[in-house]
Each structure stands twice: as structure tokens, then as C-alpha cells.
């Protein structure tokens, strides 16, 4: 039954990313998505069915009755909850529902990345740095060691990672920014291990790092590793054979 279960999930994530795809037009999804599949992992807790027609009459019914957010939630889910809102406001509201998150649940770490950009607004980007650094840290140690070995590469499906990657992703831009393209680097590509679909579209900026560091043997290996039929894609690889070929017929054919 844990396979039949763990197939509907799929499934589920499968449609719901589909349409976070769809309505992304800033950094981070929409978080109703995101809320809805919090809720559907909360309420799986110690549940079992009989059949995936059972599983699947029970995650509708999660999905469509809000009634079960009536149910207590722990100090961690308030804590989200609070984020979630954070995430929708601006200024001292935000600030003020991020800190009031940390006293809940002190490892947030969508509280942490809220104050880093926070920071960036006013030029401190030495603290905003360290907020997502910390954001990391928390979010590394609330999933635990063991937690990463069983689900490396599979982040992002599971919603309880997302507060962790999102802090991860802005620590890695920031560094890109500030000239740190080695580090940078290092951490996009471990986003790409824990999240072999990159919903977070991490391949984008990282094969402009490579292409910075002049590594085109990587920037190759990544366009091949995501072969998509994306106009993004083709200039990349316009971009390679100009640099490795010059103005070759494949380059031609690639314009």
C-alpha cells in the first residue's frame, strides 16, 4: 500500500507543479499550491488505506473540504503558515511576520530568506548573506542528515524542503552576484543533486557561471543533461560552438 500511496502522491505533485509552472512569474511559486500539498503531507500522517481508490477519495477530499485546516497545527506548520502570509505582504508587515514565525519555530527557514532580502532592500548584503546562510543551516538540521541521504534528488516533491532550497537558491545567487562564482557554482550544483527536475530552474544561471568560468566542458554536459526544446537552450549551444568552433556551419544552422 506505501508504493500505491507513494504513486498517487506522484501523481498529485506531477499536476500541481504543472500548475505552478504555469502561474510562476516571480522567484518562488505560488504558495496556495504549495499550501494545498502541506496539507495533503499532514494530513497522509499515520493514515492508511486499503486501496488507491481510498488514497485518492481522501487526498480529493483533503484537497477540497477546508474543513481539516480547522485541525491544531503543530509550532512548525504555524510557523509556515505565517511565512506563507509574509511571502504576500511587504515592509515591516513582512518583517515583523517573519521574526514572529523564528519565536514560533526558530528552524525557518523562509524566515531567514524574508529577512535576507529584507537586508538587500536597505544595501546590507553582508547581513542578507548571512540570513540565508543561516536560513540553510536551520533548514539542513529540521530535515536532518538521514533525511538527505534517503531523498537526495528528489527534493522539491517533498513540500517540507522547499523553505531549504528556496534559502539554498538565494544564498547561491547572492553569491553570484558579489563575484563569488566558484562558491556560487558549488552550491547551484547541489541543488541539481537534490533536485534532479530543478523545478527551481537552477540549470539557467549555472551554465552562465560555467560559461564565465570558461568551463565549457560543464556548460556542455549541462545542456545535454537538460536537452530542452527551448529557444534558452539554442542560443546556449550557439553560444559554445562560437566559442569552441567560430562561426562554423553548425553555428550557422544554430543562428
Known sequence: MADVLADVLDDLYAHLNEEEEEMIDHPFPQFATEQALRDVERALENMDFESEEEANDFINQVLNDNSHRNVPLSKQDEAQELLYRAYETSGKEKVKLAKKALRLYPNSPDAYVILGEEALKKGNVSKALSMFQKGMDVGRKDLGNDFFEENSGHFWGIVSTRPFMRAKLSYAYLLYELGETDKAI??????????????????????????????????????????????????NRLFVELSECGLSKRAKRLF
Open 186 to 235: 558549488e552550491q547551484f550544483e547541489e541543488l541539481l543533486a537534490l533536485n534532479e527536475n530543478d523545478n527551481q530552474g537552477v540549470r539557467y544561471q549555472l551554465f552562465v557561471a560555467y560559461a564565465e568560468n570558461d568551463d565549457l566542458t560543464k556548460a556542455k554536459q549541462l545542456l545535454n543533461e537538460y536537452d530542452e526544446p527551448s529557444v534558452n537552450n539554442q542560443y
